[in-house]
């Protein structure tokens, strides 16, 4: 392993660490060289599918893209890096398990929205905003409506509204 302070390539392991799940490996190590500690990561290999984009065009699954999608989603929202790449690891095993050799872009931004929408109810709807290019402000609201509608549900299940918060009788613009 590359120090990536000098490049040197001697270094030693200090302390390794399984992930709760067990499927990684955290690792500190010291350089020999600048004695300077960083940390690396060891994850087994899987083979994931290939990505079939709507244009057609195949690529390679990239974890780091579905990570950058989570993030920009979560922006200013109050969610840990670690929360997001949790969920990464989540959709990843979804794809694996299903054990197929290509699978559509579609199903996986499906896959980040169900996961958005149980974590976050407005990261799901800024993800969904982009991926589902909402044509008109009335299919997007129509989206928020729903989310609205589900939640006074919840509420009223639970026989109390929100703290703080008065019940939301439509989302229609005063005349």
């Known amino acids: 392993m590359k120090c ?4 040197h390539l001697e270094n030693r392991v200090i302390d390794s660490r399984l992930s ?11 350089c020999e060289r600048c004695e300077r500690r960083f940390t690396t990561y060891e994850r087994v290999e899987e083979i994931l599918p290939l990505v079939v984009k709507k244009d057609g065009r195949r690529e390679p699954y ?26 990464a690891d989540r ?8 054990g197929e050799k290509e699978i559509s ?23 969904a905003s982009v991926y589902r290019s909402f044509q008109d402000l009335d299919a997007f609201m ?4 729903e989310l ?13 509204q929100h703290p703080g918060r008065r019940p939301t009788a439509t989302l229609a613009p005063k005349p």
Request: hydrophobic letters at 30%.
């Open 62 to 87: 990239d974890r780091l893209k579905v990570i950058a999608g989570l993030k920009k989603a979560c922006e200013k929202r109050p969610i840990s890096i670690t929360t997001i790449e949790e969920a």
């Open 91 to 98: 959709i990843e095993r979804i794809l694996q398990s299903g």
């Open 20 to 30: 709760r799940d067990g499927d990684v490996t955290r690792r500190r190590r010291e």
């Open 142 to 145: 129509s989206e928020l409506k």
């Open 4 to 7: 990536p302070f000098c490049s």
């Open 148 to 160: 609205i509608s589900e939640r006074n549900g919840r509420e009223k299940k639970r026989g109390r």
């Open 105 to 127: 872009s579609a199903v996986i931004c499906e896959e980040i929205m169900r996961h958005l929408y149980d974590l976050d109810k407005v990261a799901y709807v800024r993800f």
